[in-house]
Nanobody, 120 residues
Framework: QVHLVESGGGSVQTGGSLRLACAAS????????MGWVRQVPGQEREGVAA???????AFADSVKGRFTISKDNAKNTVYLQMNTLKPEDTGVYYC??????????????WGQGTQVTVSS
């Protein structure tokens, strides 16, 4: 069983930055596909970034060039650096994990979520 705990959410103005962190336990992030999925009110959850076992990354078109995902295997933590934030980035951001990357769906493990609010 993998346990994920997010931190780092908050409120910023348009153009600002935030860094989210996801601390994992129960397995190593080096053995997993790790991702960030956001939930905007009234919309389906959207995968925004993922990093595989080898450190390869993928991003949703809506965040490419603005968000980066990284991991620290020693700390067993994954990070989402969000720059040039827009109001449409507002939502609850969930850390998620599964054995292998490939699609934005079918995550096996979820964190509790952290709120990100971007004001104009």
């Amino acid at each position: 069983q993998v346990h994920l705990v997010e931190s780092g959410g908050g409120s910023v103005q348009t153009g600002g930055s935030l860094r989210l962190a996801c601390a994992a336990s129960g397995d190593s992030v080096s053995n997993l596909c790790m991702g960030w999925v956001r939930q905007v009110p009234g919309q389906e959850r959207e995968g925004v970034a993922a990093i595989d076992r080898d450190g390869n990354t993928a991003f949703a078109d809506s965040v490419k060039g603005r968000f980066t995902i990284s991991k620290d295997n020693a700390k067993n933590t994954v990070y989402l650096q969000m720059n040039t934030l827009k109001p449409e980035d507002t939502g609850v951001y969930y850390c998620a994990a599964k054995p292998v990357c490939g699609t934005w769906a079918n995550w096996n493990y979820w964190g509790q979520g952290t709120q990100v609010t971007v004001s104009s």
